[in-house]
Nanobody
């Protein structure tokens, strides 16, 4: 089992920045693909960003491209999401998740951290 714990959420003004952290523990593996998802009230959960095991490949949703940056530190079992130029529509619960390469779904999820962007 892998445990994921997000931190860094909170209230921020539009245009501001925030950095989310995800700490992995348990049967961690540097091979896992790591992703950040978010879910706003009344909306489906969406993939925001994804990073390969070595950081060489990343993916961003169009809505955050150019504003968010995902990174990882495998030595520390940490994944980060740097969020800049935040907009009210970025308000959501943000989740960290891990996927075993070659599988379809994300097997491990954190409990989420609330990010609220005020206008």
């Amino acid at each position: 089992q892998v445990q994921l714990l997000e931190s860094g959420g909170g209230l921020v003004q539009a245009g501001g920045s925030q950095r989310l952290s995800c700490a992995a523990s348990g049967r961690t593996s540097s091979w896992y693909v790591m992703g950040w998802f978010r879910q706003a009230p009344g909306k489906e959960r969406e993939l925001v960003a994804r990073i390969s095991w070595n950081g060489a490949n990343t993916y961003y949703a169009d809505s955050v491209k150019g504003r968010f940056t995902i990174s990882r530190d495998n030595a520390k079992n940490m994944v980060y999401l740097q969020m800049n130029s935040l907009k009210p529509e970025d308000t959501a619960v943000y989740y960290c998740a891990a996927r075993v390469p070659g599988t379809d779904g994300y097997a491990y999820w954190g409990q989420g951290t609330q990010v609220t962007v005020s206008s």
